[in-house]
DNA sequence: ACAAAAGTGTTAAGAATACACCCATGT
DNA sequence: ACATGGGTGTATTCTTAACACTTTTGT
């Protein structure tokens, strides 16, 4: 194993957030080449001694500005080792995927331009980026179906409209308003606070909380 | 970038099989330190220019000497990067889950002294493996409930007890014999043939075949 | 005739779906 | 008073879960 030669190792980071209502992904701009210039997701190269995550982490926040900390769920994804997709030669990226509430992206000059982009409406991508931002949807379609994780994307209080939206925004379907509150309630993931959101010239919506801020897995599963 | 040195890729394959009715997995016998003697999973290097589905069919051959065409399904389950788990630096590894019927496995001087172990009975294993194994049983578990995918574990014809049985040694829970048939048989997944499967002073069970041998995503989900 | 596994049906409870109107507020 | 989004209930269908006896065969 002395002629041994591993490809590179890099990461790539689907960060999702519900931007104006819309599901949308974090976005940076390429500032070389290959794809000087094009749309890509935040990633980077893993050097050995640093975890998958630890990447992220520090890509994260040298293209985006982003801290980890700022996502409130992360999870990996899928390995992509295709001998073609980059062009500079073999790459192996673990791409994991990020949720996280209205965010504030700074304006650093350091930064790589990094902007959210609705997930219906993406710009041409880099490499196989446009597969890993549909494999992490589908992800997150099922993953919202068996469990809690929407909190991720949510405010710490939310009205049910909100919560619907979400839904809505996320499985690019309209769901029927009386059923999705009886089934949603009936999971007892949230909690109804006393509070309400006034907005406008109507009735005012109760604000409710979830239970748990962290993964729970339902016994049976939602939509 | 130039004094970048990625961390070793290795892949990592967890191929199941029912053996006599148990979930069993192929290990083999490690021939050198780290872990000498001590049983793994096949796995090995992944070099540059090949892909992880390659190394995967290369290793398994040159360790356990079975096909990669043996394997009647396969996928990648995740990719396990803690720093530590190999004492000889940091080791990335890509795994995989495979599924296969009943098989032979040759008996040749080459080899790891590849066999076959119930998942409920495992010897002590190498590195993290236990983890990945244990990664896999829990995919697997969820996968037979939305997927048509246990016609990779049985044979081309088999029983309703057989099927039942099958779910009962993954689930390692036991099901209702009416109840599991009903709910299977209304899936449509499978077709009843015109054989009989006879095997001792019992009525003669009918035999069964899956309407396709390709994964199929369920409408709604099993047990 | 008996042992051993195959095969079969009903009832009750819970979940999913479809669907339309009144309520509280600001202007 | 009206426009806007918030909030609520019922009936039907489908799904799940619990449960025990008869059938066919080989010895």
């Known amino acids: 194993m002395?002629?041994?030669?591993?490809?590179?190792?890099?990461?790539?980071?689907?960060?999702?957030?519900?931007?104006?209502?819309?599901?949308s992904v974090l976005l940076i701009e390429r500032a070389n080449d290959p794809f000087k210039g094009v749309r890509a997701l935040p990633g980077g190269y893993n050097a050995a001694g640093e975890t998958t995550m630890d990447a992220v982490a520090r890509v994260l926040k040298s293209k985006a500005g982003i801290n980890l900390s700022e996502l409130n769920y992360i999870e990996q994804l899928y390995t992509f080792d295709?001998?073609?997709?980059?062009?500079?030669?073999?790459?192996?990226?673990?791409?994991?995927?990020?949720?996280?509430?209205?965010?504030?992206?700074?304006?650093?000059?350091?930064?790589?331009?990094?902007?959210?982009?609705p997930v219906k409406n993406l710009p041409k991508l880099a490499y196989d980026h446009v597969d890993i931002i549909s494999y992490a949807h589908t992800r997150l379609c099922f993953k919202i179906t068996y469990t809690?994780?929407?909190?991720?994307?949510?405010?710490?209080?939310?009205?049910?409209?909100?919560l619907?939206?979400?839904?809505?925004?996320?499985?690019?379907?309209?769901l029927d308003k009386r059923n999705f509150r009886k089934k949603f309630l009936s999971l007892?993931?949230?909690?109804?606070?006393?509070?309400?959101?006034?907005?406008?010239?109507?009735?005012?919506?109760?604000?409710y909380k979830f239970?748990?801020?962290?993964?729970?897995?339902?016994?049976?599963?939602?939509?």
């Open 2 to 23: 002395s002629v041994y030669t591993p490809p590179i190792l890099t990461v790539d980071n689907v960060v999702f957030s519900l931007i104006a209502g819309d599901l």
């Open 164 to 174: 619907q939206s979400a839904y809505e925004s996320i499985l690019m379907k309209s």
């Open 148 to 162: 809690n994780v929407v909190w991720a994307l949510l405010p710490n209080m939310f009205t049910l409209t909100q």
């Open 82 to 117: 295709t001998v073609a997709r980059d062009p500079r030669g073999h790459a192996v990226s673990v791409s994991y995927m990020g949720l996280c509430r209205d965010i504030v992206i700074p304006l650093d000059k350091g930064l790589q331009n990094p902007q959210f982009f």
């Open 188 to 207: 007892g993931l949230v909690v109804a606070s006393k509070e309400f959101f006034k907005d406008g010239a109507h009735r005012p919506a109760r604000l």
């Open 211 to 223: 239970k748990k801020q962290s993964l729970e897995v339902l016994s049976r599963s939602f939509d």
